[in-house]
């Protein structure tokens, strides 16, 4: 037992450090980039194409923290209750100016609370790997709309946008390592999302018509029984 308390609270100075480095590393790179940016205005053309190859692989060093790291904790303290209604209201707060940026509207309904087992900054890691390819996809008039609901005992989350869209061969790569088909992609983002819902013991799956638009299905065993209530806390 006290070999596993160790293992936990090790295991929890790792994560919190990836965490922090994951922000920490950011700011160099940002700072770079700038500077890079500043240079490459005063180069000779020659030059030009060098700088751009730099600031390509500083942004993709970025999304790789970004669709890896950005939420990293630890695995073993991890099955608590998640409440969705919340889970998804803090998702969509922090999405909000990606969407903003990219010249979008997000809607998120959750009318009632959905309480599934899992670990708060897995599972808003994941949903936001697809939320973000979501906005990544979308373009004028972009539009993307997050429900929740309950199900016969699953609690069910989807996720519309209007975007590109995918053709059939796409959609069945979907979660290979690698597989993206963007200049300045990682194909690591669905990757992290499929493996971490499958730890959770959900699913997820993929509908997409090319030109039309994404939906993305997600779904979680509901908690029959919230501990939230306190009897359930006492012995039986
Ligand atoms: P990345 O975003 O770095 O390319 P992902 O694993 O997140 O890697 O996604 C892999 C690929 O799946 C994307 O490059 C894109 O082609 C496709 N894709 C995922 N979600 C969507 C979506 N909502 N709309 C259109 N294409 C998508
Ligand atoms: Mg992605």
Redesign the pocket.
């Known amino acids: 037992y006290n070999h596993q308390l160790q293992r936990t609270e090790k295991m929890e100075i790792i994560s919190e450090l990836a965490a922090s480095i994951a922000h920490e590393v950011r700011n160099p790179l940002q700072v770079t980039r700038g500077f890079l940016q500043l240079l490459s205005g005063k180069s000779v053309d020659h030059d030009k194409s060098y700088f751009s190859l730099a600031i390509q692989e500083l942004d993709r060093a970025s999304?790789i923290i970004t669709?890896f790291l950005t939420f990293a904790k630890p695995e073993l303290d991890t099955l608590v209750e998640l409440n969705l209604q919340h889970e998804l209201a803090q998702i969509e707060t922090m999405m909000t100016p990606l969407i903003l940026l990219n010249n979008g509207e997000m809607e998120v309904h959750v009318p009632e609370p959905q309480i599934i087992l899992g670990n708060s900054s897995k599972f808003k890691q994941a949903l936001i790997?697809i939320i973000?390819?979501?906005i990544?996809?979308i373009q004028e008039n972009g539009h993307i709309t997050i429900n929740a609901w309950a199900e016969e005992g699953i609690a069910v989350i989807r996720i519309v946008?209007n975007?590109?869209?995918?053709e059939p061969e796409?959609i069945a790569k979907?979660?290979e390592p690698y597989?993206?088909?963007?200049s300045k992609?990682?194909?690591?983002?669905?990757?992290v999302t499929f493996r971490i819902i499958e730890v959770m013991e959900g699913t997820l799956e993929f509908y997409?018509e090319k030109g039309k638009g994404?939906e993305?299905i997600v779904r979680f065993p509901l908690v029959s029984n919230p501990s939230s209530k306190k009897t359930s806390l006492l012995p039986q």
């Open positions: 999304s669709d790997n973000k390819n979501s990544e996809a946008d975007g590109e869209g995918m796409q979907l979660g597989f993206s088909t963007k992609g990682t194909g690591l983002g669905l990757m997409s994404t993305a």
